[in-house]
């Protein structure tokens, strides 16, 4: 994620976000472990989504 948001403009994705710069930064970093809000919040602004389906 963190080279996507980069390819965007991190600035867009904290605006987007309502993070601050530095917090989004700090927690796109290699070996970072971000709160999975945090990952969503981040998906959801690159326009991304989960998808949960059961295994066979």
Known sequence: MGHIAKAI???????????????????LADGANPPFETIMNVLKAIGGQINVTPSA
Do not use: D, Q, W
């Open 9 to 27: 403009g991190r600035t867009k994705i904290a605006e987007k976000t309502g993070m601050s710069r530095p917090s989004l930064y700090k927690a």
